[in-house]
């Protein structure tokens, strides 16, 4: 018997594939604590590191907010804490390999505190080939838990702090959209907010959809309730949440899609609001129509191609072609020519060929993209790429991105010296990385402006007049 076969609540992968038509419930108003619970983390100390993307960044805000309800106080030094959760993200091997050194890290902070507890969370929880390798190596782990189940928290803690064994929950198939779940919100101006989860893509390299469950909107009253509570707060910015904010709906089958909502959430006079990402094959003209629509939706618009070359993106399995990529882009461009648009690039699919790369760098050149996100294609254990046979030499594939990225800071120069000289407006987030009288903060199409200015400026929209373009940001100076 391997460990593997030891685990009844693990993971598994086949499972997580499958996508069923039954309606997912959604379920208001039901979190308590366990009997005992709620000062189960009183004068204890917890430390949460939160790898990949913002769905993980606003789960961290829900594993928090029922922390706290549990006693727990948050800090920022992984020595001194009594509960450490690492929520993981599964896209890449290189986001992998640092948790792992992590949960190495933490072996040692053992020998000093043996009642410390290390949770492990998120998407890697999903993959069985982790959970199998944490029962393995890494036997000082204590809790396993998964993405659908952090409502499930205090229960687990309870659990793992009881047995010796590691707890592992992780449920391969989602459950009900847990509404009214305590949250601890990392930002006092920004929020993220969840109009959907997971993804039924399945881009053939993709992870995701098998992490993170089928599509599951949250209902629209949900979505509109949180944005004006935010108001009232004093949010300035909401950002909406989806792997695939474009299908959002799909699933609800109201004749309700994400340009309704948009157009709805506008309607709250929340100052900003963004959205992320979007899926060029949902992305319908209305819809960029609906963006367009009000001044308090951002010009800003992550649109992921992956690649430049139709063949390649078939095999991606991405459901659009370059020529299709082109037509969506172009009706962006036009309708909202001061937009700023952003993209994710993987070079290197299995066996892609020379000219297929070169149609990349020309889309790339074509579209002249405000800023990229690129990577190193990386095999995903149980993704249908991760059979495909690759020819292509390691050394090519870091060429090839070099190349790009040289492509990338070229055309980043170019998008921002269009501001120079030009006045725009910054929401302030707070001192800058290099010195406290030096504020920071993102403008309408998300360029982030350095400028000298007082710190009680943070969470005010600020007119700034933009002095010199860098690659990745700008300088300026407070005009009012
Ligand atoms: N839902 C979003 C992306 C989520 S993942 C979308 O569809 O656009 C973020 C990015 O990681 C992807 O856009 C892709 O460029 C990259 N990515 C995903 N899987 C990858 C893999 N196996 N290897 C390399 N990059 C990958
Ligand atoms: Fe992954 Fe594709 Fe879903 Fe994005 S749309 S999360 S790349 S499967
Ligand atoms: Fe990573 Fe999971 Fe997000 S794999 S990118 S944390 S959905």
């Known amino acids: 018997m391997t460990n593997y076969d030891k685990i009844f609540n693990g993971p598994n992968l086949k499972a997580a594939r499958i996508r069923t038509k039954e309606k997912v419930n959604i379920v208001h108003d039901a979190y308590e604590l366990p009997l005992g619970m709620a000062d189960f983390g009183k004068g204890k100390t917890y430390y949460l590191k939160t790898y990949g993307c913002q769905a993980n960044e606003r789960d961290s805000e829900t594993i928090a907010g029922i922390l706290e309800t549990m006693g727990y106080q948050e800090i920022d030094d992984i020595d001194h804490a009594d509960l450490i959760v690492l929520n993981t993200c599964a896209i890449r091997e290189n986001a992998e390999d640092k948790v792992f050194g992590k949960i190495g890290y933490v072996k040692n902070l053992k020998k000093f505190n043996p009642n410390l507890i290390l949770a492990i969370c998120g998407c890697m929880a999903q993959e069985e080939s982790v959970v199998n390798k944490i029962l393995e190596k890494y036997q000082h782990v204590d809790l396993v838990f998964g993405t659908h189940n952090i409502n499930h928290l205090p229960k687990l803690l309870q659990q793992a702090n009881q047995e010796k064994d590691v707890t592992v929950e992780v449920f391969s198939t989602e459950g009900d959209v847990q509404e009214d779940l305590p949250a601890k919100r990392a930002d006092k101006y920004k929020a993220w907010v969840n109009i959907m989860y997971g993804c039924n893509k399945f881009c053939t390299y993709c992870i995701v959809p098998y992490t993170r469950g089928k599509e599951r909107s949250r209902l629209k009253e949900d979505i509109i309730k949180e944005v004006a509570e935010l108001v009232d707060q004093g949010y300035q910015e909401v950002t909406l949440l989806g792997q695939n904010v474009n299908s959002y709906g799909n699933d609800l089958e109201l004749g309700y899609d994400f340009g309704d909502l948009i157009k709805e959430v506008a309607k709250t006079n929340i100052p900003r609001i963004r959205f992320t990402t979007s899926h060029p094959y949902d992305f319908t003209f209305a819809m960029v129509d609906a963006i367009n629509s009000a001044d308090n939706i951002m010009p800003y618009i992550h649109l992921p191609v992956q690649s430049g070359n139709s063949e390649i993106l078939k095999l991606m399995g991405r459901k659009y072609d370059r020529e299709q990529y082109l037509e969506l882009f172009n009706y962006i461009k036009k309708t909202m020519p001061n937009a700023a648009i952003t993209t994710d690039i993987i070079v290197g699919f299995p066996n892609e060929t020379d000219e297929q790369f070169e149609d990349t760098m020309s889309i790339y050149d074509y579209c002249e993209y405000d800023l990229?996100?690129?990577?190193?294609?990386?095999?995903?254990?149980?993704?249908?790429?991760?059979?495909?046979?690759?020819?292509?030499?390691?050394q090519v594939k870091s060429d090839r991105l070099r190349r790009l990225n040289d492509m990338v800071n070229?055309?980043?120069?170019?998008?921002?010296?269009?501001?120079?000289?030009?006045?725009?407006?910054?929401?302030?987030?707070?001192?800058?990385?290099?010195?406290?009288?030096?504020?920071?903060?993102?403008?309408?199409?998300?360029?982030?402006v350095n400028f000298a200015a007082p710190s009680d400026l943070t969470g005010k929209i600020v007119s700034v007049k933009i002095t010199e373009a860098k690659t990745w940001t700008l300088n300026g100076e407070l005009v009012g």
């Not at 249908?384 to 030499?393: G, I, L, S």
């Open 410 to 448: 070229e055309k980043a120069m170019k998008a921002n010296k269009k501001f120079e000289g030009r006045i725009v407006e910054v929401l302030v987030d707070g001192p800058s990385k290099k010195s406290d009288k030096v504020m920071s903060g993102y403008t309408r199409e998300n360029k982030l």
């Open 372 to 394: 990229a996100y690129t990577f190193v294609y990386s095999p995903r254990n149980g993704t249908p790429a991760a059979k495909m046979a690759d020819n292509v030499d390691l």
